[in-house]
């Protein structure tokens, strides 16, 4: 190895992080089949919260957050009949770039049967940030996938209301069929809307699923418009039902209690009507 090549490995140390992991289903439980990870991330065995089986993974940064310059990445393979929730400790802080962005690339296969719950705390760009995030699902023959993408805007206690430099998003699930809902937005400083600065949150919820039909659909739309305008004035939100199946649901919040609150009463509402389930239960501390 040349004395370059040796500098930018060294350069790429806890900068240049990959976690992956393969589940499977171990009679009642889903248990970690194989799994590493390179800093930033920290592995953590999983841990079984509940009696479903269902395994919970967090996702363990202890670096603090990500720079300018940083490229992360979460890969996950579900295997047939597992279930999964990929979550994380506490938010996603994104620090001040004056230059590159930091990237975020997280890939999710749902093999037949599976059931994948992605449900991640919210990231939170400081003034002057730059993130950049992919996230992509593919569904296999009967599997579902339940997607939150939440989003502040910025440190509120410090006023960095809207202050990043920019956030780009995009979150692409596609079925085994090929049909796919793909959302793609740039938000930049000077680009964000006078009404959307009355709102410090705003976050996406993905209900995807191979098998269920029109009615489950429509009942577990019914429940999320109504969930959403129980809260109103704290809460501003849309239910729709894609050309591809599954439910979207997207809603901004004034506050992180009541984003967090939403969060609670959305995922409990698709696990009940999918599959007949509890809520979610975190205990992250």
Avoid at 50 to 66: H, K, M, R
Wanted: include cysteine; glycine fraction near 8%.
């Amino acid at each position: 190895m040349t004395a370059s090549a040796h500098e930018a490995v060294l350069r790429a140390v806890g900068r240049r992080g990959v976690a992956e992991y393969a589940f499977q289903r171990d009679g009642a439980r889903t248990v970690v089949s194989r799994a590493s990870c390179s800093s930033p991330w920290h592995y953590l065995p999983p841990t079984h919260q509940d009696e479903t089986g269902c395994a919970y993974i967090w996702l363990v940064n202890p670096s603090g957050g990500l720079v300018g310059g940083d490229e992360v990445t979460v890969a996950a393979s579900l295997g047939p009949a597992s279930h999964v929730v990929l979550t994380s400790p506490s938010a996603t802080r994104v620090y001040r770039s004056a230059g590159a962005p930091a990237v975020q690339q997280i890939r999710l296969s749902v093999g037949a049967g599976a059931r994948l719950e992605w449900l991640p705390d919210v990231t939170i760009p400081f003034a002057g940030s730059r993130f950049q995030q992919t996230l992509c699902v593919t569904l296999g023959k009967g599997s579902a996938a339940v997607v939150w993408d939440a989003l502040a805007s910025g440190r509120i206690a410090r006023q960095e209301r809207w202050a990043f430099a920019s956030v780009e998003n995009e979150i692409q699930i596609m079925t085994r069929s090929g049909a796919r809902v793909v959302e793609r937005f740039r938000v930049a400083h000077e680009t964000v809307p006078r009404s959307m600065q009355a709102w410090d949150y705003a976050a996406s919820l993905f209900i995807m699923a191979d098998e269920p039909g029109e009615p489950v659909w429509e009942r577990l739309a019914s429940e999320l418009r109504e969930a959403l305008a129980s809260r109103r004035g704290e809460v501003l939100g849309g239910v729709s039902e894609p050309a591809a199946g599954g439910v979207l649901v997207k809603l901004v919040a004034r506050a992180a209690p009541m984003l967090g609150e939403m969060q609670d009463v959305l995922t409990s509402a698709v696990r009940r009507h999918l599959w007949g389930l509890p809520p979610v239960v975190f205990r992250r501390y």
